[in-house]
Nanobody, 116 residues
Framework: VQLQASGGGLVQPGGSLKLSCAASTSIFNFRVMGWYRQARGQQRELVAALTSAGTTTYSDSVKGRFTMSRETANDTVYLHTDNLKPEDTAVYYC???????????WGQGTQVTVSS
């Protein structure tokens, strides 16, 4: 199983980015998919998660600004990021937890930099 993350970049404060995570298998093989981020010198933290049933959860720091969605036809999940702040600067990682085993998978990370 491979997860291919993309969509990061440099954006000014208040701007938006759409991150994508394409899976090499049906996303319904996962019980939950999520986006994590890791800022320099910080621990990796969960930003958003989407269960196979369609339930989403968000960290307090991004609630109301970020939206996680999925496109089943392309086995892709997205993270729509709006009103970006400098403190959102981090490497963003896609994660998936297998539905029927204890396996976990990570994408390679995509850099998001929010700066004027």
């Amino acid at each position: 199983v491979q997860l291919q993350a993309s969509g990061g970049g440099l954006v000014q404060p208040g701007g938006s980015l759409k991150l994508s995570c394409a899976a090499s298998t049906s996303i319904f093989n996962f019980r939950v998919m999520g986006w994590y981020r890791q800022a320099r010198g910080q621990q990796r933290e969960l930003v958003a998660a989407l269960t196979s049933a369609g339930t989403t959860t968000y960290s307090d720091s991004v609630k109301g600004r970020f939206t996680m969605s999925r496109e089943t036809a392309n086995d892709t999940v997205y993270l729509h990021t709006d009103n970006l702040k400098p403190e959102d600067t981090a490497v963003y990682y896609c994660h998936a937890a297998a539905r029927w085993t204890s396996d976990h998978y990570w994408g390679q990370g995509t850099q998001v930099t929010v700066s004027s």
